[in-house]
């Protein structure tokens, strides 16, 4: 009778790198190279009981979505799009929209999404020339939004 073979263990699963992602907004998809500040905060309250209680009880308070920056290599076709969305905030009439942030794996699969909701531009920044540096264009576009939700 033959020995059976034991089992071989599983590989371990591979973290996903945080280097590949890319951002969808009304069909159109922009790959950035930063991406930063997308969190969610939730405060507290301290609260002391009367009576004489000794302890401070902590009740969970609001939630804060600080904004999020994306920074991109300049490209005409995506920039014409981003610039006419901060235009429309720069008139007092944001247009709000539901973008995404999508986490690749190292073969540009989706493995991750976060799905932002009623979002507009609050802030832009023009590239840094230098006419002797040897660096690609990148502009950056801070958004604010209401609510956030992750996808897997």
Same mark, same amino acid.
């Given at each position: ?81 981003? #610039? %006419? ?6 008139? @007092?009439?944001? $247009? ?5 942030? =999508? ?20 802030? #832009? %920044? ?6 002797? @540096?040897?660096? $690609? ?5 801070? =958004? ?9």
């Amino acid at each position: 009778m033959a020995t059976p073979t034991p089992p071989t263990p599983a590989a371990p699963p591979e973290p996903i790198r945080g280097y590949n992602f890319k951002l969808e907004v009304d069909g159109y998809t922009g790959y950035f190279h930063r991406c930063h500040g997308l969190k969610i905060e939730i405060g507290h309250i301290d609260w002391r009981e009367g009576g004489g209680g000794k302890h401070v009880r902590r009740l969970a308070g609001p939630v804060e979505l600080p904004e999020v920056t994306l920074c991109y290599g300049l490209i005409v076709n995506l920039q014409a799009a981003l #610039w %006419a969305w901060v235009e429309s905030a720069m008139a @007092g009439a944001p $247009v709000r929209k539901n973008p995404s942030i =999508l986490m690749l794996d190292h073969q540009g699969t989706e493995v991750m999404r976060y799905n932002l909701f009623d979002a507009f531009p609050v802030g #832009w %920044a023009a590239p840094d020339w230098d006419a002797l @540096g040897k660096t $690609v264009a990148v502009e950056s576009l801070t =958004l604010v939004f209401e609510r956030i939700e992750r996808s897997v």
